[in-house]
């Protein structure tokens, strides 16, 4: 997994909960938090971070997963402003994330194990995203959707065709 997750990860947790929290949860998951935005590091490390924290804060990981996945797209969209260039709708640019953004990511990280989308238009106000996964993290995409919402200004209302944690998912993006 690539580390900016991490260290966009530990960011949020120290900006929503305080630096001793990040100190916590890397005691609790036996971790050094020693990571690097071009670092490579295992998803088991992500999934002991993220149940450390629902430990710690009595949240459900699901929430905190959603949530982070919409502080990501916040992150993404002020590092990486290319990505944003002559894009004004938020369905377009969702429709061309595996085109625009995934095709780059590849190049710069051949390593990098990203989820797969495939889309399909059946309306102008409505987009299907088939997600796919190993990694089974539709909760961090379904933030990550809804990140894609707010940084657009555009109501979106987000269903999946199947529970958030299978690796195989379909999400309704509706404009609303």
């Known amino acids: 997994m690539l580390g900016i997750v991490f260290t966009e990860f530990l960011e949020m947790v120290e900006g ?3 630096p001793d929290m990040v ?3 890397l005691d609790d998951s036996g971790l050094s938090g020693a990571y ?11 999934a002991a971070l993220i149940g450390a924290l629902s430990q710690r804060s009595n949240l459900p990981a ?3 997963i959603e949530a982070y996945g919409k502080h990501l797209f916040g992150r993404f969209s002020a590092r990486y402003p290319d990505f944003f ?4 709708d938020v369905l377009t640019f969702l429709e061309g994330i595996e085109q625009r ?3 780059e990511v590849r190049k710069l990280y051949p390593s990098a194990e990203l989820p797969a989308f495939s889309c399909q238009r059946p309306a102008a106000d409505r987009l299907l995203m088939h997600y796919q996964s190993p990694k089974c993290l539709g909760h961090l995409a379904a933030g990550l959707i809804k990140g894609c919402g707010e940084h657009f200004k555009t109501p979106l209302t987000v ?3 199947a529970d958030l944690s ?3 998912i379909t999400f309704t993006v509706q404009r609303t």
Do not use: K
């Open 16 to 18: 929503g909960f305080g």
């Open 23 to 25: 100190d916590d949860i």
């Open 36 to 46: 690097t935005a071009v670092g490579n590091y295992p998803f088991s490390e992500m």
């Open 62 to 64: 699901p929430d905190l």
């Open 85 to 88: 260039r002559d894009q004004d």
């Open 101 to 103: 953004i995934h095709t």
């Open 159 to 161: 269903t999946a065709s």
């Open 166 to 168: 299978s690796p195989e």
